[in-house]
């Protein structure tokens, strides 16, 4: 795409200097031309142009174009969300039916602005970007239906991503007001901030009936498990921070805390384990002195060193990530991003996606209680497991954590993993970064077994004409006491093969086999080999330096006692 | 010139105008124009979400975090107390009603309450707490226990049961170590009876977790409880028998595609699906057959096509069926769970869940999709179609996995309890547990201990998974038990010959004599270091520990009076990189079944397979140390170093017993062939030349003596009796350099000195 542009934008032409006298043919010539690249011009753009502005109308389109709703005080309130909730109780299944692609479809409501009866709207903020960018991902995806009624699952267009900006009595009415509400069957919200001083439940505190609900911050108790599904606190500066993938390896820091908003019970705990163990700890807090604005975001300070955030992550092997007010944390998606192996103290805390991701691979888990503990647990792990999680921890961002699409997906990818389950991706798809897909072996006959004799084996000859060399070959292998069934592939289109029952007798042939001492012949082979490998992109064959043969071989030992006396006796 | 000059430039000018607005003008309706298309020619007719071009807000604010940090002023602390009083009873987690300080750090110990006079316990728990005793996990002392485990008989607690265990309550509320179920662990196989079959225990469990068959997803407390598989009365205590699989065939459609062979309950909990079964039997490929003639009273409730079906019924042989049928049909009954579920796992029938509600066996840890069919009883029409719809790559992967899935966790009820407590102990134990692929891959979870390292790769199993190999250079280890008195010992020889190598990284003498240590100037100079260790109670046990010492992936594993030479080491060490989970070895040993003694023989003699190799020379993953140190019993290990013998045969039955594979024979030098060849055509009995090299006959060996034979018969059996079957598989094959004994130049021999006589 970038390449072939590249060839459009060259200059015109340097105009010449020349005789007067053709100077009129030429400015002639070149105004007819001129003329006809009007022509042209006017031609490509007029008829488009209406098109595109049509298109464009629709582009600039206003949220505040969007319908306004008012509710009216006395409007159903959905129950609070049922806890006994699973896929077999609470989800219509039929909805979703059975097609080739095992595929759900996704139908998303289109946008409405809703007000209370005295106008106020439900929600401060309206649409977020992010939730626009979510719904944008899922309209543009495989999944997407604009068909209401062969919709499997429904995605309102009311944004509950963050609950501190929602009136949830208000907000609760309008999801019940939705046409296909019905109960929340089937119905998908998706909430990153939820619940609110002071305790700060950790479920999406709206009333939602049977909604499902993807989630970031769930417990162990309000996750309801194969239904709802956890997902990650997605981090602005996921989009606006480009950190370049580091190679996994030591790093200048062994732990490296960098939340702003710590309990002070936790902070003084994390300053006690930095006086033990000094250079090894880097405890950031947030900066007292810088002037107010964006940028405070985006540096943490030490004793009056500033230090750029989040590309200080990238010096740290561990970076922790400490539950605040919530359990689900942006913080994770910074530190996944940069590769920092994430040490994760947020007890009961229900990680994202921990229905398909391998935690275990990318990060520790530590209880809140044993943070004292921190460094010693960390010391203990090896420095190839080390490596191994930063790498995960990455490929874990690039793939589910880098933008509202990406995390988008992954949930939907879920529930359809759940509906289809026979069609569900595999723990490796989920879990092996690109690397190891490419570099791995995964035999179809995986099980470790020793075959039994009984079943015998198949023969397989291929033959073109050489029906001696043909005959010979059966009549020696036919004594073969395993041999099950023979199959001889006639590949030769100009003979038909030798009918009737023969008999198979050996005749007298040359021994040597002349082919492969052909000199054209290893060309030939040495150019598949090459060819067999560029297409491959990798050369698949290994070298052993051993071959099988049976136990007593070659052994100074009776014949007679060997199962197989005959081998290698040519 | 001066007008002509202004027209040019004025020329020139409405040129470059022109071409800018051009170039500008292609440019939108093209970018408008595919856009366009995209809409015509994509799946889906128009742009369903509008692209809003207002700058929207973002759904988090900078300093939103900090903010709300003023909000809490309850410490964490308190916090976490909370929740300890909130979260009780139904919604019991590890962090609410288990007391993690029970159990100390990397030592997750289990109590059994001692059994009472008259209270009978049924076989199937006997065995439960007999496998618990006699397990490593197993404490007497409840003082330093983690995990508690009543000798109440808790597995049937149908009340019109012969076994139900009655005043259930008041029996538990006496034990004195109850409090309140903390750290308890009740199994329990049948919940509820007739009409409803709820899970109801008909006792307070109080905060105690369930391991408990056919366990549904409501009562169900993730990450708590454990759901155990149904196994009947029969199940095998230890062992059990392998999976039915015994090769792979291609395509792997077998003469049925869906089966299933059970009752129907007309009326009741559990009934609909059953009942809907005919609708999709089609007496060809998919043979669902029910009856209804089960209880006393069927006559009374039977419907218009009992008749029918029940004919139908009779005419299929449900073994006959389970073996021929690519899916088993495994819907549930009166309640979740199902003996046909391990029947069906066992004979490679991938099973076809209809169960809705139903918390899978282990779901904790087993990937279920990978060995299952998940229905939904909503979708029962759907079935035939959908496992149809299955591809044939995934049908033997799905077959394969069922049969790993049935030999790691299910074959026996100790593997089944076992699997439990490791269930449990890689919760309390947090760091050190196993990921979703140990669990899921050969050779599991039970095998795989994630004490060892927490870094897959540090393990033999998972090389090609994760597309790594293993570290190329090997760290010998020789087990010395004779004093160093000359420089002509066979020990010194074989250092040098070891040391030269190129794979060799560094030697390890463990001096097992009694004997002080050498001074260091005795051993030889050798290019790589030589470290050594003074044995642990000089025992032979010793020679298997997991040294820190020990850096490599591979342990060469020696006997001081060895003879090897360094091509015949280097040679098996190229082998062991293909084959890292194997034991790689030179002499070869081999068992039979004696039919006369009804027992396990050994033999030396040269045959024509074998199933161990010594380890006095033998190459293998050092996981191996780990696992034989801390998997085996001290009754086995004990007996080892009490006949200072059979070492060698526990670490092949181990190591076969982890993979289900032979171990490797390499070739060897043929240096006293006159002496053997003596031997074996007189065809000796007992085992006088148990080693291929006659070192043994110039001094005292514990080779020669005569009982040493015996001992090793008594080991095998021994030790098959604990593990519950013979672990030992034969092989024909052994590996010799490419182009060895072959009638080449011997210059073009990589290993020509193999050969040399």
Known sequence: MCASGKYSSRGPALIPRMKTKHRIYYITLFSVVLLGLIATGMFQFWPHSIESTADWGLDRRSVHDAPLIRLPVSNPIPERGDLSCRMHTCFDVYRCGYNPKNRIKVYIYPLQRFVDEVGVPISSTGLSREYNNLLSAISDSEFYTDDVTRACLFVPSIDVLNQNSLRIRETAQALAMLPRWDKGMNHLLFNMLPGGPPDYNTALDVPRDRALLAGGGFSTWTYRQGYDVSIPVYSPLSADVELPERQPGPRRYFILSSQTAIHREYRAELERLKEENGEALLLLDKCSNLSQGVASARKRCYKGQVFDYPQILQESSFCVVLRGARLGQATLSDVLQAGCVPVILADSYILPFSEVLDWKRASVVIPEEKLPEMYTILKSIPHRQVEEMQRQARWFWDAYFSSMKAIGMTTLQIINDRIYPYAACTYEQWNNPPLVKWSSVNSPLFLPLIPPRSPGFTAVVLTYDRIESLFRVITEISKVPSLAKLLVVWNNQNKSPPEGEKKFKCPECTAIDGLSLDQTHMVERSECINKFASVFGTMPLKVVEHRADPVLYKDDFPEKLKSFPNIGSL | ?757
């Open chain 2, 1 to 757: 010139m001066q007008a002509k000059k202004r027209y040019l430039i004025l020329l020139s000018a409405g040129t470059c105008l022109v071409l800018l607005f051009y170039f500008g003008g292609v440019q939108l309706p093209s970018s408008g124009r595919n856009r366009h298309d995209r809409s015509h020619n994509g799946y889906r007719p128009d742009q369903p979400w509008p692209h809003f071009s207002d700058p929207l807000q973002q759904f988090l604010l900078w300093d939103q975090p900090d903010t709300e940090e003023y909000n809490i002023h309850i410490s964490p602390r308190q916090k976490r107390d909370v929740n300890t009083s909130v979260y009780k009873g139904k919604r019991c987690r590890m962090d609410s009603c288990f007391d993690f300080s029970a159990c100390k750090r990397n030592d997750f110990k289990v109590y059994v309450y001692p059994q009472q006079k008259g209270e009978k316990i049924s076989e199937s728990y006997q065995n439960i707490l007999s496998i618990v005793e006699g397990s490593r996990f197993y404490t007497t002392d409840p003082g330093q226990a983690c995990l508690f485990i009543l000798s109440l008989d808790t597995l049937d607690r149908d009340s019109l049961s012969p076994q139900y265990v009655h005043n259930l309550k008041t029996k538990v509320q006496n034990l004195h170590l109850w409090n309140n179920g903390r750290n308890h662990l009740i199994f329990n196989l049948y919940s509820g009876t007739w009409p409803d079959y709820t899970e109801d225990l008909g006792f307070d469990i109080g905060q105690a977790m369930l391991a408990k068959a056919s366990i549904s997803t409501e009562i169900f407390r993730p990450n708590f409880d454990v759901s155990i598989p149904l196994f009947s009365k029969e199940h095998p205590r230890t062992g059990g028998d392998r999976g039915y699989l015994k090769y792979n065939s291609i395509p792997p459609f077998r003469k049925y595609m869906l089966v299933f062979k059970g009752k129907r309950y007309l009326t009741g909990i559990g009934s609909d699906t059953r009942n809907a079964l005919y609708h999709v039997h089609n007496q060809e490929d998919v043979v669902l057959l029910t009856t209804c003639k089960h209880g006393k009273d069927w006559q009374k409730h039977k419907d218009a096509r009992c008749e029918k079906d029940n004919a139908e019924y009779d005419k299929y042989d449900y073994r006959e069926m389970l073996h021929n049928s690519t899916f088993c049909l495994v819907p549930r009954g009166r309640r979740l769970g199902s003996f046909r579920f391990l029947e069906a796992l066992q004979a490679a029938c991938v099973p076809v869940m209809l169960s809705n509600g139903w918390e899978l066996p282990f779901s904790e840890i087993i990937n279920w999709n990978t060995a299952a069919v998940i229905g939904d009883e909503r979708l029962l029409l759907q079935i035939p179609s959908t496992v149809r719809s299955i591809h044939q790559d995934k049908i033997l992967a799905l077959r394969q996995q069922t049969q790993f899935l049935w030999e790691a966790y299910f074959s026996s009820v100790e593997k089944i309890v076992l699997t439990t407590l490791e269930i449990i102990q890689d919760r309390v134990l947090q760091q050190e547990s196993r990921s979703t692929l140990m669990w899921n891959s050969h050779p599991g979870g039970l095998f795989a201990l994630p004490q060892y390292s927490a870094h897959l790769g540090d393990f033999p199993f998972y090389y090609a998974t994760l597309g790594i190999k293993p570290y190329p250079k090997f760290t010998a280890v020789i087990h010395a038990v004779t004093p160093l008195v000359s420089q002509s010992q066979p020990i010194l020889k074989l250092l040098v010959s070891v040391a030269k190598s190129q794979y060799c990284a560094q030697i390890i003498v463990l001096w097992n004599c009694d004997k002080p240590l050498p001074a260091k100037h005795r051993w030889p100079a050798t290019s790589v270091p030589v470290i050594v260790i003074e044995g642990e109670n000089k025992v032979m046990s010793s020679r298997f520990l997991p040294y820190e010492t020990i850096v490599t992936d591979a342990v060469l594993s020696l006997d001081e009076d060895t003879v090897l030479s360094t091509t015949e080491v280097d040679f098996a060490f190229t082998v062991w990189q293909s084959f890292p989970e194997r034991l790689v070895g030179y002499p070869a040993r081999s068992h039979f079944w004696d039919s006369n003694k009804e027992r396990w023989g050994y033999t030396s003699k040269w045959t024509n397979d074998y199933s161990m190799v010594l380890t006095g020379a033998a190459i293998y993953h050092r996981y191996y140390h780990f696992l034989y140190t801390n998997f085996l019993p001290a009754s086995l290990k004990g007996m080892v170093d009490q006949l200072a013998n059979c070492e060698d045969i526990l670490m092949n039955f181990l190591v076969s017993a982890v993979t289900k594979l032979p171990p490797i024979k390499v070739t060897q030098k043929k240096q006293y062939k006159e002496t053997m060849m003596g031997q074996v055509c007189v065809n000796l009995t007992n085992d006088l030349f148990e080693r291929w090299h006659p070192m043994t006959s110039s001094r005292a060996s514990r080779w020669a003596d005569p009982d040493h034979f015996a001992q090793r018969q008594t080991c095998m059996n021994k030790f098959a009796n604990w593990f519950g079957g013979m672990p030992l598989v034969h092989s024909q094959m052994r590996l010799d350099p490419v182009l060895f004994k072959d009638q080449v130049s011997i210059l073009r021999k990589k290993y020509r000195d193999i050969e040399r006589l």
